[in-house]
């Protein structure tokens, strides 16, 4: 049983929408997912018992053909006693509610993009901090975390390794990181514009990537703006 609920979230970037009863015959196939089986894949951050303080778990919608979802994009919950709006961030994510009364019901989870067919995938990235600011240190065991439960629900993500992270911020902020020496140098870190995670269209969001190397366990990253994720990083 263990091992089926870790290959389900192996593979959850390519559910597929099937509509489980006559209830939702009215929606086409792709346009809305079983809540059970979005509810299978998520609860297994809540039940991971590994590290994970620095982490936080969302799920994360994108369209079937890759192409942006657009303003105002959101998800809704709705079943015969169960209705929630779910709005997505920037990046297409929501905070996933687990409900017994919607897992009983097998409630759908429907996007409000008519006509357009869509894949759901967990998304665990590093917490983001009030203060913007990074320590190296933290960075580091934070990628670890989330290396450790990658290869906890997969187990052919063993050899990788943390390399180091992405910080993704919105496009109409002002966006941009400095990294902070133990000597009390600073050093503005480059920003490319590119998609926020492996497999998701290039939006063009804009993107500081430090990769971690030897020596700088005593440096601190600073944002200048609250970013929109950070990504850990495994190759």
């Known amino acids: ?38 509810y299978r894949a998520m609860v297994q951050f809540e039940k991971y018992g590994g590290p994970k303080n620095l982490l936080q778990s969302q799920l994360q919608v994108q369209s079937r053909d890759h192409a942006g979802l657009g303003d105002g994009a959101q998800l809704t919950l709705t079943g015969r006693v169960t209705q929630l709006n779910l709005p997505l961030d920037a990046l297409g994510r929501t905070v996933f509610p687990l409900q017994k009364a919607a897992y009983d019901e097998n409630a759908a989870l429907v996007l409000n993009r008519k006509g357009m067919p869509f894949v759901l995938r967990p998304q665990v990235t590093i917490a983001p901090r009030a203060d913007g600011e990074y ?79 030897a020596g700088a366990e005593r440096a601190q990253l600073i944002t200048y703006n609250a970013p929109l994720a950070i990504v850990p990083i495994f190759e």
């Open 135 to 213: 320590d190296a240190a933290i960075l580091r065991t934070a990628c670890a975390q989330a290396l450790g439960f990658v290869r906890y629900v997969d187990a052919s993500q063993r050899a990788r390794q943390c390399t180091g992270v992405r910080f993704v911020f919105p496009k109409k902020e002002s966006a941009g990181a400095r990294l902070r020496h133990a000597d009390g140098a600073e050093q503005a870190l480059p920003v490319t514009a590119g998609a926020a995670f492996t497999g998701d269209p290039d939006e063009g969001f804009p993107i500081v990537t430090w990769r971690f190397g």
């Open 1 to 38: 049983m263990m091992r089926a609920s870790r290959q389900l979230v192996a593979a959850f970037a390519w559910l597929a929408a099937v509509i489980p009863t006559a209830a939702h015959a009215q929606a086409q196939a792709g346009e809305w997912v079983s809540y059970r089986d979005a």
